[in-house]
């Protein structure tokens, strides 16, 4: 008989140990035990909650009492998400405003992100250098989300390419058939970051006994920017006090001469600095001798931007007969977030920096000598000069991020097996708008050559003149995915443990990604320009199959196999082995093996060029061997990449001795080969090879140029402890213990091409990996109360080069806590207290960016945080 998408969606499953008991002040109707449902990482339907794979299950208890409040956060918040991740707090990065998951301390676009079973649009602006491709987590609604599976196990075999590292898929809920409504507000206890929420999620008909249902979710999210000037730690801009802290807030180029090496302040004739800056020695800032004019950036730096999220999901299904019934899905999401960008605000004349020349696309530097007649010139010969430009404005930057999916199928059984077709579409389209922040060269230029730009008094230049200089940057971007799929599954014939399940599908699906450079660089116009330029498509098409074969009762095995066709790079065949063993009613063993591939991103193997900025040592330095310089990072796309090939293993064990506990274990090892990244920098530098680095005529470092490559390889094993724990009591309620623990082995690859493996793990040797990361939490109801203790450990980790003196950084540990009353059977209002002992994150001296000194891809300074609110359901 014809199972609906109810009974394959509302079952609580607890598929891992990490997977709280379902208990809600209100819960929804579950399908009993012995009903059939598809796990993510397998296509065919089983009634065993345990089986093949790992799967981690955070369910609407768990996002309910918890204080993540987004999908990204919650996501984020599990303990295999061990690093290499960008989050929303890198505002300074390509992919400003959007968030990804990374499981194993892979990068996320190693992870696979699905809504319902199937893939959504990457974010139009990669991250992480243009390589990393990746679906924007702040564009999922939580409020429609019934249960979020995270399968820990490649699964490149049922789902092809970006599953290498696992799947994360979201839920949402079905055939619900009531109003739901909720709002919160919260607040950080040091200021800053006001967030309000409001939710609306209602549902009407009934599969069953309507033949039909109509889901809808409204949701609404906007939270305060938080800049670097609102947190004590990072206020002064000065980490002296620290260990290999330095004036790392403040930029040492205001407004100065450099003179054979030597920083000289640029002062008017009454020996001041221009309006906003500070004269100070410059070698706590940057290593130079003499004075400069200086400026603390705290107070033009933002550390979370802010934002306004609108998201709306609806899903229909209706029953056209007894055996067939077709449903729909649209998903829109519509997101504004602002921030003020780093240092950028102010155009700074830095030596060697690049503009685009309009003739021959390529980057020309551009010159930073103050001309001899400049009345502000007192040396009477062209001079190196650093100068920040108040005066043009601020940098304000603002991302809006559009994303939609619009799907329809229909499914049905004929012949005992059950069969599904769907058609989708899926985008995301982006705009980034800089006001103000940059300079136009040649207005600029003819401004210094002819004096009229002041630079004693930036207030009292000529606002024609400003005008004139003045520029502003409009960068968009534009991701499509379009897919369909036809999959069957049924039972093929009986042996004597039981029936052969099968499943098998096709699917063909096209992609691409188009990042446009703003006009402006285009033109040539913009002085240091952010260079993200990508223009990439592709079609795949694939098929697969999927057996499970009861060797004996108790005793599974599962092979399946996938082979894509790619049409920029050809094929890839993905197999897996699985077997599971219920050796007692206590215990069940498992353990798969399987090959699998991840595509190169569009931007990787595309004609993609990217520009950034940073810092590197250069021990050729013609004035401070060895110091930190601030080069200009060419990174090139490369059409003649192969994929990355992996095997995947995992071994486990689940424990259940009796039925309100529940353990298991499972070690994974991955292995990754014709790995594709970039060269180390610093190696290249060190190099000095004239093909890679680019210097001045006095030796001075002006560029790095990096090309995608496939490197050798990657190894990482590691290991999860997931335990479930409930004690019912007659008195004093219900208390559900449970934690998840993942303890990292090893993390080997190598940071130059062709050179020796380096471990990786519990260390910051490249992406910070801690070892240990856990999420523990207990939870108790009785009667109408509900509260909630959640603990998150993230572990240390070492220096990979000692600075300061610090070897080592320490771990860090989050208490949060939730309280929940029922007024009423429909009524609920709860309190939720986040970070409750106020703990900040770990110093990292390695960190010497002017943002803040920690590691702000794993951590970020929200502080004690409050929340009130209350849900309503009718």
């Not at 230049?461 to 940057?473: C, E, G, H, K």
């Not at 795949?540 to 920029?568: C, F, K, M, T, W």
């Not at 790095?704 to 724990?725: A, H, K």
């Not at 471990?759 to 909630?788: C, F, H, M, Q, V």
């Amino acid at each position: 008989m014809f199972r609906s998408i109810k009974t394959a969606s509302l079952l609580a499953v607890t598929t891992s140990t990490a997977a709280l008991a379902q208990v809600a002040p209100l819960p929804e109707a579950a399908p009993a035990d012995s009903e059939e449902i598809i796990i993510t990482g397998s296509n065919i339907r089983r009634s065993a909650a345990e089986g093949f794979n790992p799967v981690q299950v955070l369910g609407q208890e768990e996002l309910r009492t918890s204080g993540r409040i987004t999908v990204a956060d919650a996501i984020r918040s599990i303990s295999a998400n061990t690093g290499n991740a960008a989050n929303e707090t890198s505002n300074s990065g390509w992919a400003s405003g959007s968030a990804g998951i990374g499981l194993r301390g892979l990068s996320q676009k190693n992870t696979l992100v699905l809504l319902n079973g199937r893939r959504l649009a990457n974010y139009g602006f990669p991250a992480n250098g243009l390589s990393d491709t990746f679906v924007n987590l702040n564009a999922l609604p939580l409020v429609a989300v019934q249960r979020i599976e995270v399968l820990k196990d490649g699964a490149s075999a049922v789902y092809g390419s970006d599953a290498v590292a696992g799947v994360v898929n979201i839920i949402t809920r079905q055939n619900f058939d009531q109003l739901e409504l909720g709002g919160s507000f919260g607040t950080s206890g040091e200021g800053g970051l006001d967030t309000w929420r409001g939710q609306l999620v209602g549902g009407v008909g009934d599969i069953d006994t309507d033949g039909w249902n109509v889901l809808f979710s409204l949701e609404t999210y906007q939270r305060d920017r938080l800049d670097q000037d609102q947190r004590r730690l990072t206020r002064s801009g000065i980490y002296s006090d620290l260990p290999g802290g330095r004036w790392n807030g403040w930029s040492a180029r205001g407004a100065r001469f450099l003179i054979n090496g030597e920083s000289v302040p640029f002062l008017d004739p009454q020996g001041n600095c221009p309006q906003g800056m500070e004269r100070v020695a410059s070698a706590p800032i940057d290593g130079l001798r003499g004075d400069t004019c200086a400026i603390n950036l705290a107070p033009y730096t933002t550390l979370i931007p802010s934002t306004e999220r609108y998201q709306a999901f609806t899903r229909a299904t209706a029953r056209l007969d007894d055996t067939t019934e077709v449903f729909a899905e649209a998903l829109y999401s519509h997101i504004t977030g602002i921030s003020i960008f780093g240092s950028s605000p102010y155009f700074t004349l830095e030596g060697g920096r690049f503009a685009l020349s309009p003739t021959t696309g390529l980057a020309e530097p551009v010159s930073n000598l103050l001309p001899a007649n400049n009345p502000y010139n007192p040396y009477g010969r062209p001079v190196q000069i650093e100068y920040t430009f108040f005066d043009l404005g601020q940098s304000l930057k603002t991302n809006i991020s559009e994303a939609f999916r619009l799907l329809g199928g229909v499914r049905g059984e004929l012949g005992g097996f059950e069969w599904e077709a769907a058609i989708y579409a899926s985008g995301s389209t982006e705009r980034e708008r800089v006001a103000a922040g940059f300079a136009n060269r040649f207005p600029l230029a003819a401004s210094l050559a002819d004096g009229s730009l002041n630079l004693w008094e930036p207030n009292a230049t000529n606002p024609a003149v400003l005008d004139a200089i003045r520029l502003s940057t409009l960068r968009r971007a534009r991701s499509r995915l379009y897919g369909a799929d036809l999959k069957i599954a049924g039972k093929l014939f009986d042996l004597l443990g039981g029936p052969v399940d099968f499943a098998a599908g096709v699917e063909s699906r096209r992609e691409s990604l188009v990042s446009l450079n703003p006009p402006e660089i285009d033109q040539g116009l913009q002085v240091r320009p952010a260079i993200a330029a990508v223009d990439g498509e592709r079609s795949v098409i694939a098929a697969y199959a999927e057996v499970n074969v009861p060797i004996v009762r108790g005793l599974e095995v599962q092979l399946a196999a996938r082979g894509d066709h790619y049409s920029d790079f050809g094929d890839a065949f993905s197999p897996k082995a699985g077997v599971r063993w219920q050796a007692f009613d206590w215990l069940i063993l498992r353990g798969s093996a399987s090959r699998g591939f991840r595509a190169p991103s569009l931007s990787e193997n595309s004609s993609s060029t990217n520009i950034s900025y940073g810092s590197v040592i250069d021990p050729f330095d013609p004035d401070v061997p060895n110091s930190r310089q601030s080069p200009t990072f060419f990174t090139i796309g490369n059409t003649q990449l192969e994929p990355e090939r992996t095997r995947s293993y995992n071994l486990g064990a689940v424990f259940t001795p009796t039925r309100t506990t529940t353990l298991s274990v499972d070690w994974y090892n991955l292995k990754l080969t014709n790995l594709i990244g970039t060269n180390n920098t610093t190696v290249l530098v060190a190099g000095n090879d004239p093909a890679n680095v680019a210097r001045d005529a006095r030796g001075k470092l002006v560029a790095v140029y990096n090309r995608y490559q496939n490197l050798s390889e990657l190894e990482t094993s590691g290991i999860d402890i997931d335990l479930l724990q409930r004690v019912p009591t007659d008195r004093f309620g219900e208390f559900r213990l449970s934690s998840v623990f993942t303890h990292v082995f090893n993390y080997r690859r190598p940071n130059t091409v062709g050179g020796p493996l380096l471990d990786y793990a519990g260390s910051n040797l490249g992406p910070t990996l801690p070892r240990n990361k856990a999420t523990t939490r207990l939870g108790w109801s009785l009667d109408r109360t509900e509260a909630a203790v959640t603990w998150f450990h993230t572990g240390g980790y070492r220096q990979a080069t000692v600075v300061g003196g610090q070897e080592r950084v320490d771990g860090y540990d989050q208490f949060d806590i939730y309280l929940g009353y029922r007024l009423t059977d429909g009524i609920t209002l709860y309190g939720k207290v986040d970070n409750v002992l106020d703990e900040w994150p770990p110093h990292d001296a390695s960190f010497p960016g002017i943002r803040a000194p920690y590691d702000f891809i794993q951590y970020d300074l929200r502080g004690r945080y409050f929340q009130v609110g209350f849900d309503a359901r009718f």
